[in-house]
């Protein structure tokens, strides 16, 4: 069974730092693109950032560009966001989710298998 | 900046068929955009209903249907049920690891 289950949230002061996890099990991990969403309080989703199998290449949205780096661990299992000079507006729930980007020989392009997300606040 | 317009709510009667859209601020949705669909009841993760303009992804009834109408991505629920109350949202992958998502539409089934 897929599990992907987030770690790290918390209350954290503007300009603060944080570092989230995402623990995977259940799939071949390394083989997949992982990415981040978040979902601020009473609000859509906004996409956040994604990292491709090997970690080579790494995408973020306008948002939160020079701030957050997004990083994987494929001996752990691991996917991670490093959020640095954090600000109000960042306050969301952050999911990790896997990025299919095939269906056998089939170029697919889906987000599947989420997990439950972690709370991230950013006050004072 | 690219925005994706969806109706902010819509209501439908139970048994009822009901069909959301996904505008694309700078142009036309096409299935080049891999059009995805997202469930979300409150408190839950997010769940993959759609992906590829019309694809169901697993364990998804086939009341569910996505489908490219006129310039737009469509969601389409076809017999509505109580449980179909939540919020969808839409999602295109625009290119070069970059995705944007729907404002998502609250649906009520009453």
């Known amino acids: 069974e897929v599990q992907l289950v987030e770690s790290g949230g918390g209350l954290v002061q503007p300009g603060g730092s944080l570092r989230l996890s995402c623990a995977a099990s259940?799939?071949?991990?390394?083989?997949?693109?992982m990415t981040w969403v978040r979902q601020a309080p009473g609000k859509g989703l906004e996409w956040v950032a994604d990292?491709?199998?090997?970690?080579?290449?790494?995408f973020y949205a306008d948002s939160v560009t020079g701030r957050f780096t997004i990083s994987r661990d494929n001996v752990k299992n691991s996917l991670y966001l490093q959020m640095n000079s954090l600000r109000a507006e960042d306050t969301a729930v952050y999911y990790c989710?896997?990025?299919?980007?095939?269906?056998?020989?089939?170029?697919?392009?889906?987000?599947?298998?989420w997990g439950q997300g972690t709370l991230v606040a950013v006050s004072a | 900046q690219t925005v994706l317009t969806q109706e902010p709510s819509f209501s439908v009667s139970p048994g009822g068929t009901v069909t959301l859209t996904c505008g694309l601020s700078?142009?036309?949705?096409?299935?080049?955009?891999?059009p995805n669909w997202y469930q979300q009841t409150p408190g839950q993760a997010p769940r993959t209903l759609i992906y590829?303009?019309?694809t169901r992804s697993s364990g998804v009834p086939d009341r569910f249907s996505g489908s490219i109408l006129g310039n737009k991505a469509a969601l389409t629920i076809t017999g509505a049920q109580a449980d179909d109350e939540s919020d969808y949202y839409c999602?295109?992958?625009?290119?070069?690891?970059?995705?944007?998502f729907g404002g998502g539409t609250k649906l009520t089934v009453l």
């Open positions: 989710a896997i990025w299919v980007r095939f269906s056998g020989d089939i170029r697919s392009e889906s987000f599947q298998h």
């Open positions: 259940g799939f071949t991990f390394n083989t997949y693109w």
């Open positions: 990292i491709r199998e090997d970690g080579g290449e790494k």
């Open positions: 700078s142009g036309s949705v096409s299935g080049g955009y891999f």
């Open positions: 590829d303009t019309s």
């Open positions: 999602a295109l992958y625009m290119g070069r690891g970059l995705w944007v």
